[in-house]
């Protein structure tokens, strides 16, 4: 079993930055594939970016955040963040964290983290 918790959220002007935290509890966070998502009301849950388990060696962000966010993790830490930089009011959604085991396929969700960007 593994429990995520989201941090790092807030209110920030647009152009701003913020950088959200997922401290992931249990072991093995280093096999696991890591990603974040974002959601507003009354729209689907949708990708922003996701990190190869291991060294993080690969990594995919969606069209919108590209060149603006950037996902990275510290293994040692059991710690993965997203740093997001030139924000805009579109961005405004509460964001998840997600991990992904391939062995077992399981997964797992973080609370969410609100993130407002004021125009």
């Known amino acids: 079993q593994v429990q995520l918790v989201e941090s790092g959220g807030g209110l920030v002007q647009a152009g701003g930055s913020l950088t959200l935290s997922c401290v992931a509890s249990g072991r093995s966070f280093s096999s696991y594939a890591m990603a974040w998502f974002r959601q507003t009301p009354g729209q689907e849950r949708e990708y922003v970016a996701i990190?190869?388990?291991?060294?993080?060696?690969?990594?995919f962000y969606a069209d919108s955040v590209r060149g603006r966010f950037t996902i990275s993790r510290d293994n040692a830490k059991n710690t993965v963040y997203l740093q997001m930089d030139s924000l805009k009011p579109e961005d405004t959604a509460v964001y998840y964290c997600?991990?992904?085991?391939?062995?077992?396929?399981?997964?797992?969700w973080g609370q969410g983290t609100q993130v407002t960007v004021s125009s």
């Open positions: 990190i190869r388990a291991g060294s993080g060696g690969w990594i």
């Open positions: 997600y991990a992904y085991l391939s062995i077992t396929r399981l997964e797992y």
